[in-house]
């Protein structure tokens, strides 16, 4: 007869133990221990190969295997093929996670939507609405099509037995965190039901060449709810972002088996749904206050999109000993790194200054290309000095005070001319080799110094 033991696992790293523990010696997170039930005797077996149906994985020699493209199905929204690499991939298992009421649900019943319009059958899995509720927001949202299923349930069992009678073409799954293994005595939600309930989804997946999504709760650190392991099996870990109060929403990747991390996808949240945001350059530009100090436009890339965004810099004497230095959307050790250069090669005396600094429309920078933007607008706003609203900056600065070369500048430039500005400073080592686009100055420098000469100049 199965006996029931109490243990607790770690959230974050799945760390057991016997005892409650407030920091876990696995990690070193605090409060993340969870109290799980397990049930010690004969349990039954359970195969999670990735083979198909009927058969049985044997080794292979790597000479041996023959590989093709994996398909691709795409979907009505540009934004949302570009973060997954080009469209789903069928038998994929996809994880959205976001902040509660952050518009993942109608995100995915958008897509379900379009789908289905193109003669795929799409099972739309609600563990926290009723059959009702969810047609009550597809009216909403003008969703209606004949091969979308709405199926209200929790026991992974029953959902597994409804995927056998319909067969559908792509699964949605909203949300892991409700979903339960009946053979499993632990809370919905609990690690363990979260890693059964996302193995068994994943054997589904891969054994049927379904594509599935799920989506998953976050933390108010704005992780993934419940076992690290979580993300690591699933193929792809898309976030979705943004201010509940604002309308536009961001769709980044971090994790993506069949394409790039660095893509990003934009949409704006309306009465009817949301809908994609073509040119994102232009929504981040356009509350810029014209003839302000600190502020100044770099042509960021997002994967293979060059974006136009506004990096905003307010320097003051500090009244304390130490100067504070605060960053939103940019690392701030890289702001000290610059500041740093601003006073040893340039001579500005920032040591005793205030840095505060921000990327307007809630975008996070992490690229080296922004680093001359951020100096020039650390230094328009400490000499209360502005810069010219048309000017594009672009480059990498290094240690020694020089610009550096970046990469893919002729996009960059485009896309600054496309949208109106006049003249673009970017990196001396940049110039020759493409063409460039008629209506835009190119200047090229070769440091700080130089870059600043030329944005101050009239």
């Not at 398909?71 to 298992?93: A, D, F």
């Not at 929504?283 to 042509?299: D, H, N, W, Y």
């Not at 000095?385 to 240690?399: H, M, N, R, S």
Request: charged share 25%.
């Amino acid at each position: 007869m199965s006996k029931k033991k109490t243990k607790f696992m770690c959230q974050a790293c799945g760390y057991e133990s016997p005892k409650w523990m407030g920091r876990c010696p696995g990690c070193g997170e605090w409060n993340k221990m969870v109290e799980e039930t397990e049930v010690i005797g004969k349990q039954p077996k359970r195969s999670f190969q990735h083979s198909a149906p009927g058969t049985s994985a044997k080794a292979a020699a790597i000479t041996t295997i023959e590989t093709e493209q994996e398909p691709r199905v795409t979907t009505r929204m540009q934004e949302l093929n570009r973060v997954l690499g080009g469209g789903v991939v069928p038998g994929s298992l996809i994880l959205i996670g976001g902040d509660p009421g952050i518009g993942k649900s109608t995100l995915l019943l958008q897509v379900s939507a379009q789908l289905a319009v193109t003669n795929q059958k799409v099972l739309y899995i609600s563990g926290e609405e009723s059959i009702k509720q969810t047609k009550l927001r597809a009216d909403r949202l003008h969703v209606s099509s004949p091969e979308l299923y709405i199926y209200a349930e929790t026991n992974l069992e029953s959902i597994h037995q409804t995927i056998e009678d319909i067969s559908p073409d792509f699964v949605v799954v909203d949300s892991i965190q409700t979903v339960y293994h009946p053979e499993v005595t632990s809370a919905p939600g609990s690690v363990s039901q979260v890693r059964e309930c996302t193995a068994e989804l994943m054997r589904i997946a891969k054994t049927k060449g379904i594509a599935i999504f799920i989506v998953g709760h976050v933390t108010k650190e704005g992780a993934i709810a419940g076992p690290r392991l979580l993300e690591h099996m699933v193929d792809t870990v898309l976030y979705f972002e943004g201010e509940r109060h604002h309308t536009y929403r961001i769709l980044r990747a971090v994790k993506n088996r069949f394409g790039s991390t660095n893509e990003m996808g934009i949409f704006e949240m309306k009465e009817a749904g949301l809908e994609e945001v073509a040119n994102p350059s232009e929504i981040f530009l356009e509350e810029r206050s014209k003839g302000a100090s600190g502020s100044t436009v770099v042509a960021s890339m997002e994967g293979t999109r060059p974006v136009l965004v506004e990096i905003q810099a307010l320097i003051s004497p500090t009244s304390y000993g130490n100067p504070r230095r605060m960053a939103t959307g940019i690392d701030h050790n890289r702001v000290s790194l610059l500041m740093a250069v601003l006073e040893k090669r340039v001579g500005l005396l920032l040591q005793n200054q205030d840095a505060y600094l921000k990327v307007a429309g809630g975008v996070k920078l992490d690229e080296p290309a922004i680093d001359l933007a951020i100096s020039v607008s650390i230094a328009s706003s400490f000499r209360d000095q502005q810069t010219k609203a048309t000017d594009c900056i672009i480059g990498e600065v290094g240690l020694t005070g020089e610009v550096r070369r970046v990469s893919r500048i002729e996009q960059r430039v485009q896309e600054a001319a496309k949208l109106g500005f006049e003249r673009v400073l970017i990196p001396a080592n940049n110039i020759g080799g493409w063409k460039i686009p008629k209506g835009i100055e190119v200047i090229g420098v070769g440091t700080v110094g130089e870059a600043l000469k030329q944005a101050f100049s009239t």
